[in-house]
């Protein structure tokens, strides 16, 4: 099992341009989760699926980020326009059931000047 | 709303000495808790998980405990070493009797540093 996989690690991007972050989910798990991760604020929830629906987008920051799970394997996070205060590690992690714990992937660190 | 404290922010101590790490929560009604470790620049890693009918859980020189009850939940690494040094962050999920409650809640972390 290859765990998490999130792509891009690093992205560096300017200001107002489009960004989309992706994630695939272990396979077999029904629930994934996106957060963001600050110096300031910690880890954030900012969205999470259930068997590909959105249960949770209240962690959402504004209409800008917008994330979508078309199938059981695959999820995007979207920022756009993107600022610089969007700049963070964002992270995906996935689980199975509500008895265990989660595996987060490796993260996308998001950069925009 | 949940939140989760993690008292220090930071420690350090001497390699080979045993060390204890704190999480408070303020809601009881947990379904698990997990303690994470992360490396500068990495991702989380999952290190023990308690389910909230449990008191512990160890896994090699690590244990975790949970006193559900007042809220608390403590990391106890034994014999520490340099390998060690990582932030660890400790994290609840709700009582699932709630729908949509399968969201972890974070600690801030603490950020320990073993000397050699």
């Known amino acids: 099992d290859a765990g998490v996989i999130q792509s891009p690690r690093h992205e560096v991007t300017e200001m107002g341009q489009e960004v989309t972050l992706r994630c695939k989910p272990i396979s077999g798990h029904n629930s994934l989760f996106w957060y963001r991760q600050t110096m300031m604020r910690g880890l954030e929830l900012l969205i999470y699926f259930n068997n590909n629906v959105p249960i949770d987008d209240s962690g959402m920051p504004e209409d800008r980020f917008s994330a979508k799970m078309p199938n059981a394997s695959f999820s995007t996070l979207k920022i756009q326009p993107s600022e610089p205060r969007d700049s963070a590690v964002y992270f995906c992690?996935?689980?199975?059931?509500?008895?265990?714990?989660?595996?987060f992937g490796s993260g996308t660190r998001l950069t925009v000047v | 709303k949940q939140e989760v404290t993690q008292i220090p922010a930071a420690l350090s101590v001497p390699e080979g000495e045993n060390l204890v790490l704190n999480c408070s929560f303020t809601d009881s009604a947990i379904y698990n808790l997990q303690w994470f470790r992360q490396d500068p620049g990495k991702g989380l890693t999952s290190l023990l998980l308690i389910q909230s009918s449990q008191r512990e859980q160890t896994s090699g020189r690590l244990n975790a405990s949970l006193d559900k009850s007042s809220g608390r939940s403590t990391l106890y690494i034994a014999a520490s070493q340099p390998g060690d040094s990582a932030t660890y962050l400790c994290?609840?999920?709700?009582?699932?009797?709630?729908?949509?409650?399968?969201?972890?809640?974070f600690g801030t972390g603490t950020r320990l540093t073993i000397i050699p």
């Open positions: 994290a609840v999920k709700g009582d699932v009797s709630n729908f949509g409650n399968e969201k972890l809640t």
């Open positions: 992690a996935s689980s199975h059931g509500t008895g265990v714990g989660y595996t």
